[in-house]
Each structure stands twice: as structure tokens, then as C-alpha cells.
């Protein structure tokens, strides 16, 4: 009886021991959950963009042993991109690690709706980089919400711009015709207003064709265009519609260098199914495709060399997919680095603070060139007013193989799209009884 | 008028690439009065697997005949596991099994040979014959031309395979009645093997053809959605019903988007075949080659 007392004694204190051991290495690691998608239709974009983001954080823990000394750790719950399993990912991500989930980045933008008065209460902040809402770019009205780098307003303002680049200048745009071929969803139908908005500027003519999901079958559309004759494409597809939609061009006969694709359009899992159809294609993008870059590099050296790579497939590192993964690990590391700089080095932020650090979030060209990262993601600078932070984009031709960079950063066409936000930001508020806040009041 | 041509062209020749899928579905349903959901999973699987053996520096025919193999492997499986137990359980249990295959399909297939997407050559140029073009003004491309000859290939082999074997006619005799088949000493289990068989070879072209049209990825499951008012239209147990089915589906698609689409805000295609399906539904139920089913009271 005695001894079975003292070993269940020894056992409770070697339990509490490891229990508390636990708690104090959990006090000092920072717990990024990821609602993931590594199966299901869109697994492909989901585990490279998963997995050069955790490989950068590896990188971090690698190299620096965390962020000014807090280990950064992570869990990955499978959405399959649906809904459903976005919000309850989000429940069950919310309260883990010391301080809770600290940010949510769903890579979904029928996620990002489905959890948007979600976050406000939570107090958690969402960052939903090239995806979501546009007008959540305003973050007077929206202070949870960070669409960064660039929206999809911005980026058609750009295209707009690289068209008229073209053409010889944006006067020579009167007359001409352009083709919008969109995937008939919320995201598809997005970038309609702004499309429409710069046609009566530029005195071009647009034409919306919808394409209705998934997109695999496109011949009548492709024949609508035959028969518009357009001096440009623009083809803003997701999943298996960008292949099959080169395809379909090439039948009819349209030039590809004349169709532009949207970054979701423009990954090598648009180009490869689709063959010799994908050569000379252009797609807009916020992070560039290679593995030359010296962020990448640095991953290869210290976390593939140490097997602790998360990439299966490793010639997918460097790939547009990829590489956009390390986008996002690098705004959450410096958002964190931001909130630390606020609230005290080497501790471990919560969500509240986090949502002040990405506010406060600046990755200049310096910064930029610090981090490994020049030329790879455009410079960024984040606002109470402005949560996209730049709205750059530069341009790739698929060139058989691979993506080559076309153009430096092209800029926005701000003048057009910022009034656009705040109308429909401003709508939203109306809606929502929200009253927007005042920026110059905030710290 | 050259314009409507090269509409109604295009879309006769999509519909025998719909009908590829819609032959999987028959083949099953006519053997054992399952209607598999797992279709379309097992048209993914087929591509991956046969993309997969390539990549590993296979020869093509030799990926074709080990890809072949693993859906004979699968069926085998499928009828081991999943139909055998359920012999006597009403269709909608069977059903219902099949709709839990295509979840197992479609995951095994990404467990086994990852989620990239790949490319897939025929070596078939997806590009319009030039003298025709040049000669009528209408584009009808060679790849869609190559898909219809090896639909009508595989659709005729079927036909003799049903109506001049001895497996064939016990294959008949099965889908006539179950009971009645056993009775006469037909091996049930052995028929569902060699359907499920032959239904695996057919996802495999179906996965192939599609394959090379859009690439090999998870969207091959979606082309099932093609299938099913193609089934309606033809009939869920006539062979001949899927190809007739997708000429009338796929024309009818191609010129409702072309021609009424512009009206309704385009994008109908994906809706007009159910629309089309559900209203001959009301005409004839049983679809244009189905069989009609008595009851006797």
C-alpha cells in the first residue's frame, strides 16, 4: 500500500514536472494555426503555398532561433477550401498557444466572408493576401481585415496600365477592344466595376464573358471571343479554367501573349497541363516564380539540408505557388517583429497586438534586400487607412518551361480605385451599422 | 450559318468527350443496377495512376497496361469489400456505398501519387484541321476528331463484347435479374468483377482523353457532373444512349450558351443540360434507349 502511494506520488510530481515544462516552453512560442488545404481540388495551390510558407517559418527558427528569441509553432487544420471546414477550423485554431491563434489567413476568400464578423469579436486578426475582399482595403471600416499586398482592383488598374505599356501608350487604348473572361463566382465577377470603370476613362470597350464553374469545358465562350475579335484577353480563372482556357485559345487561334492572367490564373499548375497552348502567356503577380532569390536559397540551405523541409515534391520550391507561401510567412514574421518592437521584444503577442503590428507593418526596399527578398514581393508600407499596404504587381510570360519576369513593379491606379473602395467600404458600414474609425486618433 | 456550324460541330464533338464518362456509368448500372457515384473519382484515379507510371520513365503502353491493371485491382477490390457484403441491400445502400468509394478514390489517388497537377500528351495537336479551316472557315480540331474515332472504337467493341460473348450475355442476363442469374449458375461475383473491370479500362480512356484536354487533376472528378444528363437523356442502360445522349447534350449546350446566353447573363451551360435532362424526364423517363420498366400487380 505504501509503495503504491510513493510511486503514484513520484508519478503526479514527474507529471506536473513535464506539465510545467510544457506550459513554460508553450509561454515563450508563438502558435500560428493554419486552416490548410493539402487535399481535395485545390491541393495543388494549398501545398505550395502551405508549404513554402512553414518552410519559411522553419527558416526562422532555424536561423534565429525565432523571432528575437520566441520559437514560432504551428498546426495545420484541412479545410479542403470548403466553407464549413474553414469555421470550424477557425474555432479550433482560436484558443491554442499561449496567447491563442494571433492570426488567421484562410487562403479562401469564401472563408474570409464566412468568418468576418468572426474575427472582429475574437479580436483575432485576418489577413488575406491577393484574395477576399477588396473594399476591406479600408481600414477605417474594416480594422480586422488586411487584404494585403495587392487587391484585386489594384491589380486590374495594373493590367490596364501593362495593356496600354503595350499598345504604346494609354491614349492608344481608345477603340480598342478588351474580353474579360471570369470565373462566374464572387471572385470572378469582382473585378467587373473596376473593368468597367477604366473602359469609360480609357474609352475602350469591354466585353464579360462568365465562364460557370469548374471551367472545363469552355468552347463556346472561346467562340464568343472569335467572334468579338478583341485586341486583348483578360482571363481571370481559377483551378482547371486557366488551362483549359489556353487551350480553347489556342484553338480559336488567339495569341496568348495578348491574354493576361490574374495571379490565381498564373502558377505552373495553369501552364503545364496545357502545353505548348500556355507559351507566351502573361499573368500578373505580387511574388515572382524562381528559387534563385536569397530567401529561398537560405531556406534550401538551413532547413532542406536539415531534412526538416516540408515540401514533398522539392522541384516545387521556387514555384509561383511556392514562392507566394514565403510571401506569407514573411508578412507574418515581420508583422511580428512590428508587435514585438510595440509590446516588448521577445515576447509573445497576442491577437490584439498582432493586429497592431500588421497596421504598423513596413518592409521597405532595405528591409526588403535584409530579408533576401528584393524583387521577389513588392515593397509594402500599412495603414489605418490603407490595410493593402501597396498594390504592385509585376508581370511573368510563361515561356514554355517556366515563368520569366517581364516588368518592374507597376503601381496601381490609385486615383481610381481608392474613391471605389471607400464607396463600397462605406456601404458596407451603412449595412452594418459600423461607424468607421478615425485614423488620426489612432496610435 | 458558318458560325451555327462550327457551334453545332464543336458541341457534337464535346458531347462524345462527355459521353466517354457517361459509358462508365452504364456499364455498371446494366450489371448490377448500381448507379456508382465513384465514376468520376475512378476517371481520376485512372489518369493518375497511368501519369504517375509514365513519370516513373515507364514506356507508354506499358503505363497504359499497368494503369489498366490497377483499375482491374481496384474493381476486384471494390467488389470484394464493397458490393459483396451488400448483396440483397436495397440499391439505395448501394448507392450510398459508392458515394463513401468516391472520397476513398479520390484520396488514395492523392496519397499515392500526390496532388500536383500534371500535363498529359496524346501526342494529338488540340488545334484546327487547316485545310478545312481554310477551305469552310469552320475550326474543328483534330484532338476532338481523335477523341470521337476512339469513342466509336471502344463504343462498338462494348457492343460486340454484350452481344456475342459468353460473358457478355451472362453480364445481360445479370442486369436482367440477379436471382434469376444465380440461379442459372452465372457467378454473380465474377460478372461484377469483370464490370467493374471494364468500367475501370473505360475511366481510363475517359481519364486519358480528358486528361490530355485539361490536364491531369482533381477536376477529372468533376467531368461525372457532365455525365448525368447525358444518362438522363439516353438512358442509364443502353451503351448506344450515352453516345446519342452527349451529341444531344453537348450540341444543345454549346448553341443555348452561344445563342440564348447573352439574354440571361451567359454562363448557362453548366445548368441547361439539367434543364434539358429534367424536362425529358417528364416526356420519357426511362431516357431515349432506356428500358421501359412494368410492373405487374
Known amino acids: 500500500m505504501q509503495l503504491k502511494t510513493k510511486l503514484l506520488l513520484s508519478a503526479v510530481a514527474v507529471s506536473s514536472v513535464l506539465t510545467s515544462s510544457a506550459v513554460l516552453a508553450q509561454a515563450n512560442e508563438q502558435f500560428i494555426g493554419l486552416p490548410s488545404y493539402r487535399v481535395g481540388a485545390y491541393a495543388a495551390g494549398g501545398s505550395g503555398i502551405y508549404g513554402g510558407w512553414i518552410d519559411y517559418m522553419a527558416l526562422i527558427n532555424e536561423k534565429e532561433g525565432g523571432v528575437n528569441g520566441v520559437k514560432l509553432t504551428w498546426e495545420e487544420c484541412e479545410t479542403e477550401y470548403n466553407n464549413a471546414r474553414g469555421v470550424e477550423c477557425y474555432e479550433r485554431l482560436k484558443s491554442k498557444g499561449a496567447s491563442g491563434n494571433s492570426v488567421f489567413q484562410p487562403l479562401s476568400t469564401g472563408i474570409t466572408y464566412s468568418v468576418l464578423d468572426k474575427v472582429a469579436q475574437d479580436k483575432i486578426p485576418m489577413v488575406t493576401i491577393g484574395y477576399g475582399r477588396t473594399d476591406a482595403s479600408d481600414g477605417r471600416v474594416f480594422p480586422w481585415v488586411f487584404p494585403m499586398l495587392t487587391n484585386y482592383w489594384s491589380q486590374n488598374t495594373a493590367k490596364i496600365k501593362f495593356i496600354g505599356a503595350k499598345e504604346g501608350g494609354m491614349d492608344k487604348l481608345k477603340g480598342k477592344k478588351i474580353v474579360n473572361i471570369y470565373h462566374d463566382s464572387a471572385y470572378g465577377k469582382e473585378t467587373i466595376p473596376v473593368l468597367d470603370a477604366q473602359a469609360k476613362k480609357y474609352g475602350f470597350t469591354v466585353v464579360h464573358i462568365p465562364v460557370s464553374h469548374p471551367g472545363n469545358e469552355q468552347q463556346s465562350q472561346w467562340l464568343r471571343v472569335r467572334q468579338e475579335k478583341p485586341d486583348w484577353v483578360i482571363l481571370r480563372g481559377w483551378g482547371v479554367m486557366n488551362p483549359t482556357a489556353l487551350k480553347a485559345a489556342a484553338k480559336i487561334g488567339f495569341p496568348r501573349d495578348k491574354v493576361i492572367g490574374v495571379w490565381w490564373s498564373g502558377a505552373e499548375e495553369d501552364t503545364i497541363p496545357a502545353g505548348d497552348a500556355a507559351k507566351g502567356y502573361i499573368a500578373a503577380g505580387f511574388n515572382v516564380a524562381g528559387a534563385n532569390y536569397p530567401v529561398v536559397k537560405a531556406i534550401q540551405d538551413n532547413v532542406y539540408k536539415k531534412n526538416k523541409g516540408n515540401m514533398e515534391d522539392k522541384s516545387r520550391i521556387g514555384s509561383v505557388y511556392y514562392n507566394r507561401g514565403v510571401v506569407h510567412g514573411i508578412i507574418t514574421v515581420e508583422a511580428i517583429r512590428t508587435a514585438q518592437a510595440k509590446f516588448g521584444k521577445g515576447k509573445v503577442i497576442n491577437g490584439e497586438q498582432m493586429r497592431w503590428g500588421l497596421e504598423h507593418l513596413v518592409i521597405d526596399a532595405k528591409r526588403l534586400k535584409e530579408l533576401g527578398a528584393e524583387g521577389f514581393m513588392p515593397d509594402l508600407k500599412v495603414s489605418c487607412l490603407d490595410h493593402e499596404g501597396s498594390g504592385k504587381v509585376k508581370f511573368q510570360q510563361w515561356d514554355g518551361k517556366q515563368w520569366k519576369v517581364l516588368t518592374d513593379w507597376i503601381d496601381a491606379d490609385k486615383e481610381l480605385v481608392r474613391p471605389m473602395i471607400e464607396e463600397s467600404a462605406a456601404k458596407y458600414a451603412k449595412e452594418k451599422n459600423i461607424t468607421p474609425r478615425d485614423c488620426s486618433k489612432e496610435g | ?297
Open chain 2, 1 to 297: 450559318m458558318q458560325f451555327f456550324l462550327e457551334v453545332l460541330i464543336g458541341g457534337l464533338l464535346s458531347g462524345v468527350m462527355y459521353s466517354f464518362v457517361a459509358l462508365g456509368f452504364v456499364l455498371i448500372y446494366k450489371a448490377s443496377g448500381v448507379f456508382n457515384f465513384a465514376q468520376g473519382a475512378m476517371v481520376f484515379f485512372a489518369a493518375l495512376t497511368f501519369v504517375g507510371i509514365l513519370e516513373m520513365g515507364v514506356p507508354f503502353w506499358l503505363a497504359l497496361v499497368l494503369a489498366f491493371g490497377a483499375m482491374v485491382l481496384l474493381g476486384i477490390g471494390t467488389e470484394r469489400i464493397v458490393l459483396r457484403p451488400m448483396v440483397n441491400q436495397p440499391p439505395i445502400a448501394l448507392f450510398m456505398a459508392t458515394i463513401g468509394l468516391t472520397f476513398f478514390v479520390e484520396g488514395l489517388a492523392q496519397a499515392m501519387w500526390g496532388a500536383s497537377v500534371r500535363g498529359l500528351e496524346l501526342g494529338i495537336q488540340d488545334e484546327p484541321i487547316e485545310w478545312m479551316m481554310e477551305a469552310t472557315g469552320i475550326g474543328v480540331s483534330k484532338f476532338d476528331l481523335f477523341a470521337a474515332g476512339v469513342a466509336a472504337v471502344l463504343v462498338t467493341a462494348l457492343a460486340l463484347f454484350f452481344q456475342y460473348t459468353r460473358v457478355g450475355r451472362a453480364l445481360r442476363a445479370v442486369a436482367d435479374d440477379h436471382q434469376a442469374a444465380l440461379s442459372i449458375g452465372i457467378p454473380l461475383q465474377t460478372i461484377w468483377r469483370i464490370v467493374w473491370a471494364v468500367a475501370g479500362f473505360v475511366a481510363l480512356v475517359a481519364g486519358l482523353i480528358w486528361g490530355a484536354r485539361n490536364g491531369v487533376q482533381f477536376a477529372l472528378t468533376f467531368t461525372a457532373l457532365k455525365a448525368l444528363p447525358v444518362l438522363i437523356l439516353g438512358g442509364f442502360t443502353s451503351v448506344p444512349g450515352a453516345i446519342v445522349g452527349g451529341l444531344i447534350i453537348g450540341s444543345s449546350e454549346k448553341l443555348a450558351e452561344v445563342y440564348l446566353g447573352a439574354y440571361v447573363g451567359g454562363g448557362i451551360d453548366s445548368w441547361f443540360p439539367y434543364v434539358m435532362a429534367l424536362a425529358f424526364l417528364l416526356i420519357r423517363p426511362e431516357g431515349l434507349f432506356g428500358e421501359k420498366h412494368i410492373d405487374r400487380v
